[in-house]
């Protein structure tokens, strides 16, 4: 990830309307909701037809004619098809040289299932209480949970509030989901409870700003 001045700001936003990856014009194209790249260059790339490569970014919607570029084994990127949030295609790189897939192609992968809360303001998902979901991330992120097992946040997760994350760079973010739908997006580097985020604790160090 691209390194920036000791000096960034570490924040945490408001709860705000939840959303999830929104259909788009092509429904057989895929929307990134995850990158982990060890390299500030952009080692997740992607294009079209002999169009030059270009960093994958969170939020991007592709076409189902685009390449997906991954040269470095330790990266990887997730996506979901355009207006299917709840099964998700994880690309890992491979053990050497690039790996390179289609759009397309990546579709007929076996996705994983991945659910979210389905509450709305006021009315919270039971089965989602004291737990938010994560529904985007940038970077490295570690969830410690409560009995010190550590793993690599990916989308979909459910973290626990007795649970810890660790977000290891600055400007890489992630984005929870509480059980009411609504969101907030976490920026690093920042260790942080989940009870912390769940109580709406103002987590900014260096900018004091009202709730």
């Known amino acids: 990830m691209k390194n920036h001045s000791a000096g960034a700001f570490l924040a945490l936003a408001l709860f705000v309307a939840g959303i999830l990856p929104a259909s788009a014009a092509d429904p057989a194209g895929l929307t990134c909701v ?24 969170v939020g991007d919607v592709l076409p189902a004619s685009a390449e997906i570029r991954i040269n470095v084994d330790r990266d990887w990127v997730e996506f979901v098809q355009n207006g299917k949030p709840g099964a998700v295609y994880e690309i890992p ?7 390179i897939l289609k759009a397309a192609d990546i579709l007929k ?13 006021g009315k919270p998902d039971a089965a989602y209480k004291d737990k938010l979901t994560v529904v985007e991330y940038l970077g ?15 989308y979909g997760d459910v973290l ?15 984005t929870l989901m509480n059980a009411e739908g609504a969101v907030v997006k976490v920026i690093g580097p920042l260790t942080f409870t989940i009870a912390d985020v769940l109580g709406n604790k103002n987590l900014y160090k260096f900018l004091n700003v009202q709730k």
Request: overall charge positive; cysteine-free.
């Open 160 to 174: 626990d509030a007795k649970g810890k994350v660790k977000i290891i760079a600055i400007n890489n973010t992630l």
């Open 109 to 121: 992968l076996k996705p994983r299932a991945v659910a979210f809360p389905k509450g709305a303001a």
């Open 140 to 154: 490295r992120q570690i969830y410690l949970t409560a009995d010190g097992d550590s793993r690599d946040i990916k």
């Open 34 to 57: 995850g990158v982990y790249s060890e390299t500030s260059a952009g080692s997740v790339s992607w294009r079209t037809g002999s169009a030059a490569w270009t960093a994958v970014k």
């Open 93 to 99: 790189g491979p053990p050497s040289g690039e790996k």
